[in-house]
Every structure is written in C-alpha cells, then in structure tokens.
C-alpha cells in the first residue's frame, strides 16, 4: 500500500450512479471511519413559465461525496495490535469474542489472544508485527497445549461456556506471509488455520487495521 491512499465515491448530479465498493478488507471497517453523506438542498430546476404557475417545491436532498484517507502510520507495536484486536472482537469474524490475552502457556511462551467464536469454540490468536515464518511453529504449539489442557481451560474460564468436544481453532495474523510459510500450510489439515494479513493505518487522527484472508 502506498504511503497515502484516498477512496472516492463520487455521485454525478445529472446522471446519479452508485458510488464503486469499497476494495477488499476494506468494507468491514467503513462503517468505523466513513462519514455520513452531508445533505444538501440545492433548487430544483424549473423553467420560468412553471416558476411563475407552480408553488416553490421542496429541495431533495442530495449526497455529498465522501472519501476515506488512510496514512501509513509507524511500525506498530505488539500492544497497539493487542488493543485493536481486543476492541474490534468481530473484525475479521461474525461472533467472535476475546476471554483472554497473554495467556502464559509454559515451555511455548504465551497466546496473544483466547477467544471464542459464535458456537463457543476455542479459538487461539497468533500475531506477529513482522513477517516471520516462527509464526506457524508458534501457533502450532499452542494448539498443541490447548488440546492437552482444554479442561484445565474449561476451569480457569468458569463463567464461559466453552466447546470442549470441538477442536480448538488457529487464527494466524502477520502483515505480510512468506512463500514458505504457504507452502508448509497448504499441507496442514488439523488444525484448522485462518492466515489473516493485516494493516494498521492511521485514520482521521486515529487507528484503524484492515483485514484481509488469505489462502495458503
């Protein structure tokens, strides 16, 4: 992406045309930093043989075209991503909920993010600020001990209703992923994985991250 980049929905006042969509990632985050169109009420025109017959009418309103600028902002650091991830649960899926962040999980360091999804499935959250291939071989092992110790999870979240029976899910995010990251993942059929690039942008004095799927 380049360092600036403007997003224009411009609606024509002689022949009225939907403003294009939003490019991909893009709209599950409008609604956050779009303004809402400014109506304007402009004179409807008339000859003067009607203005001088007809009543004066009431102006439509018409939509001020709006534009979304995203800045590249500097490097974020892992607790900005924390936060952003935390506060928009349901960015980059329908239902999701954050239980926990940091969670330690002894030899294999910490889980960015336990969360659970609409059925109440375990779902653990990697990210990276960086590319990096130990991405993969981190999640992994975190997997690794979240189905061996899914019951003590079970307990230490009590007042969650957690899917024990389901096997828990991978959420793997980086802002860019390596060749060889999916070439090892497209060979991976448990668990299941959702490789997710993001960018973190500032936006109308602001933060703002864009989500994007990817397949291995």
């Known amino acids: 992406m380049d360092s600036t980049e403007k997003l224009h929905g411009v609606n024509h006042q002689d022949s009225p045309r939907p403003a294009k969509p939003l490019g ?9 930093f779009l303004p809402h169109g400014t109506n304007l009420s402009n004179p409807a025109n008339r000859s003067e043989g009607d203005a001088a017959t007809s009543e004066p009418t009431t102006a439509q309103p018409e939509s001020r075209p709006s534009s979304l600028l995203l800045k590249s902002c500097t490097p974020a650091n892992r607790n900005t991503v924390t936060k952003l991830l935390t506060d928009l649960e349901g960015g980059f899926e329908a239902g999701l909920r954050v239980i926990d962040t940091g969670l330690p999980c002894s030899p294999y360091g ?13 779902i653990i959250i990697d990210f990276e600020i960086n590319e990096s291939d130990g991405l993969l071989l981190r999640g992994m092992s975190h997997f690794d001990w979240a189905v061996h110790n899914v019951f003590n999870i079970r307990r230490m979240y009590a007042l969650e209703t957690i899917n024990v029976l ?16 999916h070439s090892v993942g497209r060979h991976i059929n448990s668990p299941k994985i959702d ?6 942008a500032d936006v109308g004095g602001g933060v703002g991250i864009l989500f994007e799927r990817v397949t291995p």
């Open 166 to 181: 389901a096997e828990p899910k991978l959420v793997l995010l980086a802002p860019q992923f390596s060749d060889v990251l």
């Open 24 to 32: 991909r990632g893009l709209q599950d985050l409008s609604h956050l």
């Open 110 to 122: 910490q889980i960015d993010l336990l969360a659970l999804d609409r059925s109440n499935q375990l």
């Open 195 to 200: 490789f997710i690039r993001y960018h973190v």
